[in-house]
Structures are given as C-alpha cells and as structure tokens.
C-alpha cells in the first residue's frame, strides 16, 4: 500500500467507482490472511505448547489482529517506503515487548497491559475467555482508531 501511496494510486481510488473503504477492506482482510496463515503455521510446526488444532486456530487469529492494526498504522503514518519500514522496525518492538510478561514475576508485568498484544500473550499463556474477549476489544479499538485516523487523512 506504501508503493501505492507513493505513486497516488489511493488518490485515483476515491474517484474510482468502488469506495476507499471497500479497497482498505480488501487490503486488510488479505494482510489479516497471511498473518493468520504464518501464525498457525509457526504454532503448527513449532509446536511450543500442547495446543489442539482448534487452539491453534483460535490464537492464530488472535494474532492476525496485530497484522490489521499495524497495516493501519503504517499507511496512515508513512509518507514513503523508508519511513513505512521505519515504523514497521518500532511497531515490531512494542508487539515482541509484551513478551516479556512470560520472563517476569513480578507486578511489574501489568504495566505492559496498555498494549493490545499483551492480553493476546496473555491469552495463549492462561487461556480464558475473558483475556480472549480483552485482546478481540483492545485490537478493534485500536482498529478503530486506525481507520478514523486513516480515513480523516484521506479525505
């Protein structure tokens, strides 16, 4: 999407026929894809927990959100490739950070529950239904937001 910004081809889109929604929803749902693709795959070959495939399935989708939200992220925030990989470099860091939570036993470890991946984490560590449904709304508002802020900067 950034070699598309850079070349105005979202500009062409919104008088395209077909919404700006419509083609963010497409993009999304494909980055959404393969990011749950290569979850399940890495939970399916590495195997690190006891997980059934129907676990698997369910934390691989938990963690496409991240995909969505990142995507997000870095189309609204980036104006060129350099700066999309820039934030691509800092956004991993604060998705691999609240990994931490399995290294430390301490109270210290809530601090990073600011962080939508930090009740997915949580939720692949004590699976529950309730950190489960914490990630899902963590991940939709920060989705929300994402597209808010995209779409005010599209117009």
Known sequence: MLDE???NVLTVIRVMPFSMFLFLTYRLLLASFWAFYF???GLLVLDIQNYSLLEKIAYSLLCSQTAV???LFVVTFATNKIEGI???KGINFFVVLPA???FIDSSWKHIFSVFPFYWTYKAMQEPNFLWIL????SHL???LIGYYVFSKKME
């Open 100 to 102: 931490l939570v399995f």
């Open 134 to 137: 914490i990630s899902i709304v």
């Open 69 to 71: 939200a990142a995507l």
């Open 141 to 143: 508002i920060v989705f």
């Open 86 to 88: 820039t934030l691509i």
């Open 5 to 7: 910004k850079d070349e």
């Open 39 to 41: 979850a399940f795959l």
